[in-house]
């Protein structure tokens, strides 16, 4: 049996990196200081196993994320012969956080919301031939499109503003 060591500084580096965030990011969702970010990073100390055990179970609830919605698409294209979709993402995290308290306890961050977005545009182009663009949600220009259409607020009324952006 071996011993799991843990991430050492350049897995911890390139973890924070494929995330997405700044050292300051990750001080703040690991209640930790910049400083220590820095540390860990540089090798000068190891990352507390918390600390790391946070940081990949975000990973691993990103990537659940890309496995879920690709699934959902490729089911959703076995009906429709459409290539092309939109997703939203929210361009500060106020705004991210009006619009989606649900994610908050899992994904904090607008940057780890909008990451979770960018790998599902990817998998989506490799894997299923879809094109998918990321439309940052213009709060007044999508309450306008609600009142026009009669819609009320979801992530199904975000998603169909968002297809409109599409050019």
Same mark, same amino acid.
């Given at each position: 049996?071996?011993? %799991? /060591?843990?991430? %050492?500084?350049?897995?911890?580096?390139?973890?924070?990196?494929?995330?997405?965030?700044? /050292?300051?990011?990750? !001080?703040?969702?690991?209640?930790?200081? $910049?400083?220590?970010?820095?540390?860990?990073? *540089?090798? =000068?100390?190891?990352? #507390?196993? !918390?600390?790391?055990?946070?940081?990949?179970?975000?990973? @691993?609830?990103?990537?659940?994320?890309?496995? %879920?919605?690709?699934?959902?698409?490729?089911?959703?294209?076995?009906? =429709? +012969?459409?290539?092309?979709? !939109?997703?939203?993402?929210? +361009?500060?995290?106020?705004?991210?956080?009006?619009? $989606? #308290?649900?994610?908050?306890?899992?994904? +904090?961050? /607008?940057?780890?919301?909008?990451? *979770? *977005?960018?790998?599902?545009?990817? =998998?989506?182009?490799?894997?299923?031939?879809?094109?998918?663009?990321?439309?940052?949600? @213009? !709060?007044?220009?999508?309450? *306008?499109?609600?009142?026009? %259409?009669?819609?009320?607020?979801?992530?199904?009324?975000?998603?169909?503003?968002?297809?409109?952006?599409?050019?």
């Amino acid at each position: 049996m071996s011993k %799991n /060591t843990g991430l %050492n500084a350049i897995e911890m580096q390139y973890l924070r990196l494929s995330l997405g965030l700044s /050292t300051e990011q990750v !001080a703040t969702i690991t209640t930790t200081s $910049n400083e220590d970010v820095f540390a860990w990073e *540089a090798g =000068e100390k190891d990352a #507390p196993v !918390a600390v790391q055990k946070k940081l990949l179970d975000i990973d @691993d609830i990103i990537e659940m994320q890309v496995l %879920n919605t690709t699934d959902g698409i490729e089911e959703l294209f076995k009906k =429709e +012969p459409k290539r092309r979709l !939109a997703f939203v993402v929210y +361009p500060t995290q106020a705004v991210y956080t009006q619009y $989606n #308290p649900e994610f908050l306890s899992s994904l +904090p961050l /607008t940057e780890l919301y909008s990451t *979770a *977005a960018w790998r599902i545009k990817k =998998e989506c182009k490799l894997v299923l031939e879809v094109d998918v663009s990321l439309v940052a949600l @213009d !709060a007044e220009a999508y309450k *306008a499109y609600r009142a026009e %259409n009669g819609l009320s607020e979801s992530r199904e009324s975000r998603a169909k503003w968002a297809a409109t952006q599409l050019v």
